[in-house]
C-alpha cells in the first residue's frame, strides 16, 4: 500500500502574507482546501500535497498570481525548515547538501524528489512533484524547484543562478517574476521541470560549513 504524498506545514508559512498582497484571505481559501488553520504553526505536522497543490492553483488563479509559487520561495529561509534546514546550510557542497536532503527527505516532504543527471560539464538536476493525478501541479512545481535554487544560493551565495530553467508547464500570460528570481533563461513547455548549472557547482566549498555544528545538528536529527 503506497503512502500519500506530505507536504510540511512549514511549506506554507509565507502563503498568508502572499495571498493578502493580491487581496485574497488566506484563512478561508485554507479552509476551503480543507487545510487546518492550526497546522501552520505546526511546524512538525504534514498536509496532504493534493490538498497543498489545489490550495495554492486555486488561489493563484482566483487572485490572478501565476508565480504564486515562487513569490511564497522569495520569501522562504532556510530557517523554516528548523534543525533539518540547519544541517543542510552546514554541509561542505552542494552535492553533500543534496544527498543530506534526500537522506532526511521524510522529515522536509516525500512529496519532493530530486535526479542528477552529469553529461560532462552540464549538469541537469530534475525535480519531480508527487501529487494527486487530479490535482493541479503548476505551483507546486514551481515552488518545489525553487527551493533547491534557494539551496545552491545559500551555500554558494546570493549571486548564484542556474544556466537555464525547464517548467514542464505552459508560460503565464500575465507578467511574471520568473526572470527576476532565477536570473536566466526560462523554458516553459519542456519534457522535465528542473534546472542545469556546471556539474562543477556541485563540489564548490561552501566557505561557511561549520563540520561541527552539522554533526551535532545531525544527531538531533537521528535522535
Known sequence: MSIAAQVRATALLDFPAVALEAGIDPYSALRDAGIDIALLSRGDMTIPA??????LDGVAERGGIPDLGLRMAMRRRLANLGVAGLVLGQQTTIRDA?????????????????????????????????????????QSRELGLAAYVHLFRLLLGENWA??????????????????????????????????????????????????????????????
Not at 493534493?50 to 490550495?55: E, K
Open 98 to 138: 543534496l544527498a543530506m536532503a534526500k537522506k532526511y527527505g521524510h522529515l522536509l516532504s516525500n512529496a519532493l524528489s530530486l535526479t542528477i543527471e552529469e553529461d560532462g560539464p552540464v549538469a541537469t538536476l530534475i525535480v519531480g512533484v508527487a501529487i494527486g493525478s487530479s490535482a493541479p501541479g503548476r
Open 162 to 223: 542556474p544556466t537555464i530553467v525547464y517548467f514542464s508547464h505552459s508560460k503565464p500570460q500575465a507578467p511574471t517574476l520568473h526572470q527576476h528570481f532565477f536570473r536566466c533563461q526560462v523554458q516553459f513547455d519542456s519534457p522535465l521541470d528542473g534546472f542545469e548549472c556546471p556539474v562543477a557547482d556541485l563540489g564548490r566549498v561552501n566557505g561557511h560549513a561549520d563540520a561541527a555544528l552539522a554533526s551535532y545538528a545531525t544527531l538531533l536529527l537521528d535522535a
Open 50 to 55: 493534493d490538498r497543498v497543490a489545489w490550495l
